[in-house]
């Protein structure tokens, strides 16, 4: 199957004053001694899938999307001083690289080398970011960010359902994580939506000491609010952090690429902001970004884009914690 993309199929315009986003080099020899900022890396589940998915085929559809934007972020200004703000071009400020896709993630032993692979590589960089596949990379990607911290480490999830599921699936991450050792205590979700959950995985989470944010609370909350407490939360250990972004949690009108988004979820702005003040803080080591089917998206391809921007969110999010913006 091919990779699927938006129905403008004209090739991108060049403009040498116009540099665009991704198409970061792979870590090489040269990178042996030398830190690495941010590392993108897929991991392409989607064959334990509660509902129908090709969010396999995902990864690469991001990087394809990334293409459509520039990697150029200015800071916010304010009256009388315009003109003034920092200005950043990411891919000059940091140094990325993409580790491309893992193979087979779906099965056991495809897990755990996934799970491998995202722990070599957050030994070497500041930010890990996985792109999915559908939120059974969580497990991998989680793990992997933690390495030999797992008892000490959180995890924080944008998504509108608890993950909280017997049996191995995209539905049951976050109970699969805490029975491999993380605390649920140090869980924080953030986007937990009416009508698609149910009263036994609520009972879960608080039997668990999860700590559940609804949805709603973004209505009368701010962002930067919400994220100093789930940091709050889930950084207590003193452990590494990961966060989930399932792109589900958003209104399904601006994510029809993801089977199980529901209308009224966060706004894109919303998701976005996330993405950056998480990835602003050192605790950060991981993002993943979950749930999305390209094939399933809008002809627009505004899912898909959504997640490409998030990673560049995450980007200009890594630049300020290391001072480069």
Not at 165 to 175: A, H, L
Request: hydrophobic share 40%; aromatic share 2%; net charge negative.
């Amino acid at each position: 199957m091919t990779t699927p993309t938006s129905n403008d199929a004209r090739p991108l315009s060049h403009d040498p004053n116009w540099p665009r986003a991704g198409s970061w080099p792979t870590p090489g020899a040269a990178d042996l001694d030398a830190p690495i900022d941010l590392a993108l890396i897929g991991i392409p589940t989607s064959r334990t899938s509660l509902s129908p998915t090709n969010a396999h085929l995902t990864p690469a559809a991001v990087r394809e999307a990334l293409r459509r934007y520039s990697d150029h972020v200015v800071a916010p200004g304010s009256p009388g001083d315009r003109g003034k703000e920092l200005d950043t071009v990411l891919g000059e400020a940091l140094t990325i690289r993409d580790a491309g896709d893992v193979v087979d993630p779906d099965t056991e032993e495809g897990e755990l080398a996934a799970a491998q692979t995202v722990r070599e590589l957050a030994a070497r960089t500041e930010l890990v970011v996985v792109l999915g596949g559908d939120n059974a990379l969580t497990v991998p990607a989680a793990l992997g960010v933690s390495g030999d911290a797992l008892a000490s480490a959180g995890l924080i999830t944008l998504d509108a359902h608890h993950d909280l599921r017997d049996g191995r699936s995209n539905g049951s991450p976050v109970r699969r994580l805490v029975e491999a050792g993380l605390d649920p205590s140090r869980i924080v979700q953030i986007g937990i939506a009416d009508f698609a959950n149910s009263r036994a995985y609520r009972e879960r989470a608080k039997e668990w000491g999860i700590t559940v944010i609804h949805r709603d609370e973004l209505f009368t909350r701010t962002v930067a609010d919400i994220a100093a407490e789930a940091l709050e939360v889930a950084g207590a250990g003193g452990g590494p952090i990961h966060v989930d972004l399932d792109v589900d949690v958003c209104d399904r009108a601006i994510a029809p690429g993801c089977p199980a988004s529901i209308p009224g979820g966060i706004a894109a702005h919303e998701l976005r902001a996330f993405a950056r003040t998480f990835a602003a803080d050192p605790r950060v080591r991981g993002i993943d970004l979950a749930e999305v089917d390209a094939t399933a998206d809008a002809p627009d391809g505004r899912t898909v884009r959504l997640a490409a921007l998030c990673v560049l969110e995450a980007a200009a999010g890594l630049a300020q914690r290391l001072g480069k913006a």
